[in-house]
């Protein structure tokens, strides 16, 4: 298995087909303002993207805008390294709490999140008029509370 890196990238629409083939719902027209705040890549030694994270503000709440790895490399804990990455990011910030819509629910759980009611959260992309929603995908809002 090849070697992987996370780095901090300013390039977010690269990430963006990597999200996608990750079955990512990923829409360009958001429902509300929502401001970039840090980007994560993963690449393996040939420069190819393997995963990603981003964290971004929306309606003055922390949100996971997307997260996700490469089927190959998911076991390699990389997830609980991007969001740990976020989490830090937050605390830098000063900020309490990140929301966002789990297509993994479990592994968010495992992570400290817990489910909350949508209408308590920002709201979030297409998700919830997405084609996929409720028959393969079975997505939940969930927030962690940072200390």
Same mark, same amino acid.
Request: aromatic fraction near 10%.
């Given at each position: 298995?090849?070697?992987l890196k996370i780095a901090v990238t300013s390039d977010y629409d690269s990430l963006v087909p990597m999200f996608i083939e990750n079955r990512l719902e990923f829409g360009m027209d958001e429902p509300?303002?929502?401001?970039?705040?840090?980007?994560?890549?993963?690449? %393996?030694? %040939?420069?190819?993207?393997?995963?990603?994270?981003?964290?971004?503000?929306?309606?003055?709440?922390?949100?996971?805008?997307?997260?996700? +790895?490469?089927?190959?490399?998911?076991?390699?804990?990389?997830?609980?390294?991007?969001?740990?990455?976020? +989490? %830090?990011?937050?605390?830098?910030?000063?900020?309490?709490?990140?929301?966002?819509?789990?297509?993994?629910?479990?592994?968010?759980?495992?992570?400290?999140?817990?489910? +909350?009611?949508? %209408?308590?959260?920002?709201?979030?992309?297409?998700?919830?008029?997405?084609?996929?929603?409720?028959?393969?995908?079975?997505?939940?809002?969930?927030?962690?509370?940072?200390?």
């Amino acid at each position: 298995m090849k070697r992987l890196k996370i780095a901090v990238t300013s390039d977010y629409d690269s990430l963006v087909p990597m999200f996608i083939e990750n079955r990512l719902e990923f829409g360009m027209d958001e429902p509300v303002p929502t401001d970039l705040v840090k980007c994560w890549s993963v690449t %393996d030694d %040939d420069g190819k993207i393997q995963g990603g994270a981003v964290l971004a503000m929306r309606q003055g709440e922390y949100i996971c805008d997307g997260i996700a +790895v490469n089927p190959k490399y998911r076991k390699a804990n990389i997830g609980s390294e991007l969001l740990s990455l976020m +989490v %830090d990011e937050i605390r830098k910030r000063g900020g309490k709490s990140l929301f966002l819509v789990a297509r993994a629910p479990g592994f968010f759980a495992r992570s400290g999140f817990s489910e +909350v009611a949508r %209408d308590s959260a920002p709201i979030f992309f297409e998700c919830f008029g997405c084609p996929q929603y409720g028959t393969e995908c079975h997505p939940q809002v969930m927030k962690l509370e940072i200390e």
